[in-house]
Structures are given as structure tokens and as C-alpha cells.
């Protein structure tokens, strides 16, 4: 386990891959990604059960996003993980590579647990492999990542109901609360909130954190598996595009990417 400025250093690192290979694809989802990389930074160098050198060790834990457009942070940090050379980077949305613009398990690319993109469905995957896991005994935890635009989808509420009956406490849930969509804020496009209240109604255990704060990460992870009895559900307040003051907040850049021209004084700032 490394330490706090440790992570740091690999979440800047992680966020310069993602601008890097955004900029070499021409196109992508830059402001989901980075906001991101705070919480994958802290779940994959921190928290948990993996071995890059054999990613289908059947004791470790799984990672399903469900936002399947901001799979530039998986895979830069899979890449950053020793899962595959970071240079592949930049065979991002390319035809032939296993870098698809969301994620598609047809090319197996090492670390990846399952195909992604059409949104409110991840949650239900991520159900099905925790009651598998607690069927075959093993001690594996399911992390499902999703947006918060997501919970506006009805297969969400049905899995929430489902994981909760059946006491699925080795599956977590972290919602991706930047308060943005692709048509603009969350509140104005279809409200969601109160998200804490929904979600306790459900049956879940529900953490409220800053998740941009890698101590509080560490912490809410750390907690969600002592919980016993029922699935956890981690809501971390982010800030889209975190890292890059002018992408910050601008739900523009959902689904834009830098020119190879802002590339570099992208990468200045997060130097600075």
C-alpha cells in the first residue's frame, strides 16, 4: 500500500495519460474521466485484491463501470497498474484496439471485468457477480462505478431492491455525484435528489464523501467492507473535470477533448 503522496503522484500521472491519449483519439469524454481519477486512484493502488500479473486470479476483487464513455480512466489506470504498456495509450478509440471508446471485453484486454456504455445497466452486472461470488464462497468485493445522470435510469432502482434482499453486502456502489449530464445539471435535466434518502430507503448502507479527499476514499471503502447484511453505496461529490480549472464544472467538456494545440499547457498545469 503506498501513501497519501504517493496516490497523489499517480492520480497526476493517471490524468496527464487520459489528456494524452483524449487529445491523440480526436474524440472521447474528457470531463467525466478526470473526475474520476481520485477514486480509482485510491480503489486500485490502495484498496484492492488484484494482481496486474494475473489479472483472472480468482480471489480478487472486480470493478465494473458502468459509465462505459468515461473508460479513459480505467484504462489509464489499468495501464498505470502494470496491466498493459502505458504506450497503448494512444491507441484510444483507434480501429483494431483493445482501448474501444467504451469498454468491450471482445478484445480481453487484461483487468477488464465486462462490456459497458448503455447506462443503468452495470449496477445489475455487478449484483450478479457478488451473489456468484457469494455462492461459490469466495471472498471477492464487487465495485460498481456509476454516474449520477445513471440514477435516473429505472434498471438502477431494481437492482438497488434487489442487492438489498438479498443482503449482497460484498457489493459496493460509488455514485459519481459531479451534478452534470450530458444536456446540463442533473436537478434541472430529471432531479435525483434527495440521493441519500433514496438509497437508505432502498436498504443500502450509504457513505457520503468528497471524492476528490483520498483520505476520505480510503475511509468510506474501508468501512463499506465491515458493513454486514446489506449492500453500501458510496456518494462522492466530485467536480467534472477535476484538475484543469477551464474543463472544471463545464459540462461541455462531456464529450469533448482537447486539441493537440491546449494539450500541453493541459499538462503544464497539472505540473504546476
Given at each position: 500500500m503506498i501513501g497519501l503522496q504517493g496516490l497523489e503522484g499517480k492520480a497526476k500521472h493517471i490524468r496527464k495519460l487520459i489528456l494524452t491519449a483524449l487529445a491523440e483519439a480526436g474524440s472521447g469524454h474528457t470531463g467525466g474521466s478526470l473526475d474520476l481519477v481520485d477514486i480509482f486512484t485510491v480503489l486500485y493502488f490502495s484498496h484492492l485484491r488484484?494482481?496486474?500479473?494475473?489479472?483472472?486470479?480468482?480471489?480478487r476483487d472486480k470493478v465494473v463501470l458502468s459509465i462505459g464513455h468515461t473508460a479513459p480512466v480505467l484504462y489509464a489506470t489499468l495501464a498505470t497498474a502494470g496491466y498493459f504498456p502505458e504506450d497503448e495509450m494512444l491507441t484510444l478509440r483507434k480501429l483494431g484496439?483493445?482501448?474501444q471508446g467504451h469498454p468491450s471485453y471482445e478484445f480481453r484486454l487484461p483487468g477488464l471485468e465486462t462490456c459497458s456504455g448503455s447506462l443503468g445497466q452495470g449496477l445489475g452486472v455487478a449484483l450478479g457477480m457478488a451473489l456468484a461470488a457469494k455462492m461459490d464462497g469466495k471472498p471477492s468485493r464487487i465495485f460498481c462505478i456509476m454516474g449520477d445522470g445513471e440514477q435516473q435510469e429505472g434498471s438502477v432502482w431494481e437492482t438497488a431492491m434487489a442487492a438489498a434482499h438479498h443482503k449482497a453486502d460484498n457489493l459496493c456502489a460509488i455514485i459519481d455525484r459531479n451534478r452534470l449530464q450530458i444536456d446540463g445539471g442533473t436537478e434541472k435535466v430529471m432531479a435525483i435528489d434527495p440521493l441519500r434518502d433514496k438509497w437508505k430507503t432502498f436498504g443500502w448502507h450509504v457513505i457520503e464523501i468528497d471524492g476528490h479527499d483520498m483520505e476520505q476514499i480510503q475511509m468510506a471503502l474501508e468501512i463499506a467492507d465491515k458493513e454486514?447484511?446489506?449492500?453500501?453505496?458510496?456518494?462522492a461529490d466530485?467536480?467534472?473535470?477535476k484538475g484543469v480549472k477551464s474543463i472544471e464544472n463545464n459540462n461541455q467538456w462531456h464529450g469533448k477533448v482537447p486539441t493537440k494545440e491546449q494539450l500541453q499547457g493541459f499538462l503544464d498545469e497539472l505540473n504546476s
Open positions: 488484484h494482481n496486474p500479473k494475473n489479472p483472472l486470479w480468482e480471489g484496439s483493445r482501448l454486514q447484511g446489506r449492500p453500501t453505496v458510496i456518494i466530485t467536480i467534472m473535470g
